[in-house]
């Protein structure tokens, strides 16, 4: 078997349905079930059970699954080792990043990576600091952006910082809050960001507020403050170019910023030697400078 038939495999597995896997590799359905037709020939086995719910692989496609997904993963290592004895920066760029900085800062990061490197490839997932900690235990990406305080044992370099504000249309001080009816909207988080505003509002109120929102995603719940729903804690990050709505400082008596958010670049030592994270890094750490 050659390697386009384990990404076959994988395509399929991974999408469980003929038409997805066809979209995803860019090509017909009847060209795929022809090449999955004689990809079973040449195991001589079954690999997978169609149903009207979809594609599900056989005890024995389990087996040739995990055996492509190892030699897959495999190739992208040798190719890797392969690269990095070129000048030449190609190859893919595996990024996984907090969801709040992939939707903010790294779209510009990443324009300039492509702009200034056409050969190379980037694949991006989003998503929680624990999803992105295990994507990089899993081999799945080359480097991690997380933000708040990270423990991560490898290396890890410091971006940027960002402070938080409150934001309302209507709220125009911190000490108008405790007598207001509009609802406090919070996001899901599995960071410490939630802890650190539950504990900034303990250390300035003796009770909770009066209305709460809780939403799973940082987009819905600044889209609702923006839109007068109610107000919020956000990031600057967020905030870049945003008119309309009160923007206040959360800070101590001393006028300092009481809350703040620390983003990094984190990975493994043997990722950061790879031509195309080294380029990627150079230029995040260029655009990092200009974080207010």
């Not at 990404?7 to 399929?12: F, G, P, R």
């Not at 006028?255 to 030697?273: C, Q």
């Amino acid at each position: 078997m050659n390697v386009n038939e384990f990404q076959i495999i994988k395509a399929l597995a991974e999408e469980g349905n003929m038409r997805k896997a066809s979209d995803r590799l860019f090509i017909s359905q009847p060209a795929l079930s022809q090449r999955l037709r004689s990809i079973e020939k040449e195991w001589g086995a079954q690999l997978f059970i169609r149903s009207p719910k979809g594609m599900a692989p056989t005890p024995a496609g389990e087996h040739v699954i995990q055996f492509a997904r190892e030699t897959l993963m495999r190739y992208e290592e040798v190719s890797e080792t392969l690269q990095t004895m070129a000048n030449k920066v190609h190859g893919t760029l595996k990024v996984a990043c907090a969801s709040i900085v992939g939707q903010t800062w790294l779209p510009k990061v990443l324009k300039e990576f492509v702009t200034d490197h056409p050969d190379a490839k980037v694949s991006l997932m989003t998503g929680w600091s624990s999803e992105i900690v295990r994507a990089l235990h899993d081999g799945e990406a080359h480097i991690g952006i997380v933000r708040g305080h990270s423990d991560w044992k490898g290396s890890k370099i410091h971006l940027f910082r960002d402070h938080l504000f409150l934001v309302d249309k209507v709220i125009r001080s911190v000490e108008e809050i405790p007598g207001t009816d509009r609802p406090f909207i919070q996001f899901k988080s599995d960071s410490d960001y939630y802890e650190e505003i539950r504990e900034w509002w303990q250390r300035h109120f003796s009770t909770n507020p009066n209305r709460q929102i809780t939403v799973d995603q940082i987009e819905t719940c600044r889209q609702l403050a923006l839109n007068g729903i109610g107000y919020a804690v956000l990031p600057s990050i967020t905030l870049t170019d945003v008119e309309g709505v009160n923007k206040i400082p959360l800070t101590d008596s001393d006028d300092r910023f009481e809350l703040s958010r620390d983003t990094w670049l984190i990975g493994y030592e043997p990722a950061f030697s790879l031509p195309q994270v080294d380029a990627f890094r150079r230029i995040a750490l260029q655009h990092a400078k200009k974080v207010i």
